[in-house]
């Protein structure tokens, strides 16, 4: 039964660590849980970001790449155009030789100049066609080569913003952690040291109550013994007495068959086997019990002793709880009946004691 009532506290001990212990990792997990999200989160920002800045770098390769495209068709257009002009000019039978021809100089030193001077014209305007594309090229390049840059920068500043996200959301998730895991410790030491205040109360009760269960023990195995001894000394022929009991002598005046004051025949106690002298004034119908104490009549009060004193015993730890309280004709004073002791017990004083709203042990001894 004691270590029922031990084990009962240590396992409403356990049984709470366990619930505050579910509970601050539940908290612990949503904070794990808060942090993941966030961190996916800012990737998945970087990232569109990053998709959108890629999309923006292909739309502008592709607006360059077909401006390359157009200056190639206009450095090819020129070349034909001055292919085309050089070509007209040389033809002897052009509009441009007319008047050589009108004047006799097809075949002469000026026709041959100013055919050198097409060429040279010629050349040079497919000389600046191309350099006219190289320099288109270098420009494009150029552009191309601007704007992937700006794209890595704006990706590096992108990786930048994400980097500090992560450390603000580390630190918010390292700080929640640490609280979380301080106030769990803390909850559960209180509990620990409420349960063990508990523990020790109910241990030091325990003790207490062995304690006492041990004096009752050995109140009881002392006065065994002296009743022993009480009824070798009176050979088992006297009544007996107790605490508060009337004890008015031997018993061998009265003689077990005799008739009492009131007619009924007299018995010994079963339980002593003695006769009460006060049975000559008048008996009970067990024959063995006086109506009366010296003399004077003896009727109920209306209670019994387990109505005012709960776990009533006699001197010899009888249980006196169904007994009757009885009280005198003439007065006010109590007396119960213990038959272990064949005799009268005077309750007056804690009887009227209760009446009036007192409580208190009713245990009497020798």
């Given amino acids: 039964m004691y270590d029922e009532r031990l084990a009962k506290i240590e396992q409403e001990r356990q049984n709470a660590l366990n619930k505050s212990n579910e509970v601050y990792n539940n908290l612990l997990q949503e904070n794990q ?15 569109t970001q990053n998709d959108i800045l890629d999309k923006q770098l292909k739309y502008n390769e592709d607006l360059i790449e077909k401006q390359r495209e157009s200056a190639i068709k206009n450095k090819e257009t020129e070349e034909r155009k001055a292919r085309n002009d050089y070509m007209n000019y040389i033809n002897p039978y052009g509009y441009q030789n007319e008047n050589l021809i009108q004047n006799g100089l097809l075949n002469s030193g000026v026709y041959t100049k100013e055919n050198l001077g097409a060429f040279t ?13 190289q320099d288109a090229f270098v420009a494009y390049d150029n552009q191309i080569n601007e704007a992937r840059l700006n794209n890595d920068v704006q990706k590096a500043q ?35 040291s409420d349960y ?37 000394n009176i050979g088992g022929s006297g009544s007996g007495s107790g605490n508060g009991s009337s004890g008015r002598g031997s018993s061998n005046s009265i003689s077990e068959g005799e008739q009492s004051a009131n007619g009924v025949t007299i018995t010994k106690n079963p339980y002593t086997g003695t006769i009460h002298p006060d049975a000559a004034y008048g008996v ?30 006699g001197s010899t730890g009888i249980d006196l709880t169904k007994q009757k309280i009885w009280k005198t004709i003439d007065g006010d ?15 007056s ?13 009713f245990v009497w001894g020798v």
């Fill in 33 to 47: 849980n808060n942090y993941n999200e966030k961190t996916n989160l800012i990737n998945q920002y970087e990232q």
């Fill in 121 to 133: 014209t010629y050349q040079n305007r497919l000389s600046s066609a191309n350099k006219v594309l």
């Fill in 158 to 192: 992108n990786a930048l913003a994400k980097l500090q996200q992560q450390i603000s959301f580390a630190d918010s998730f390292y700080s929640n952690k640490s609280n979380i895991t301080l106030n769990q410790l803390q909850y559960n030491q209180g509990l620990d």
């Fill in 196 to 232: 063990f205040d508990r523990y020790q109360t109910e241990y030091n009760n325990i003790q207490n109550e062995k304690a006492a269960a041990q004096s009752q023990a050995n109140w009881e195995k002392e006065y065994n013994l002296s009743l022993s001894k009480l009824y070798s």
């Fill in 284 to 313: 009970f119908s067990n024959g063995y019990q006086p109506n009366n104490v010296d003399g004077i009549e003896l009727i109920p009060s209306g209670y019994k002793v387990g109505d005012i004193y709960a776990g009533a015993r």
């Fill in 333 to 347: 004073n109590y007396y119960i009946w213990d038959g272990s002791i064949n005799d009268y017990i005077d309750a």
């Fill in 349 to 361: 004083g804690t009887v009227n004691y209760a009446k009036r709203g007192g409580n208190g042990p």
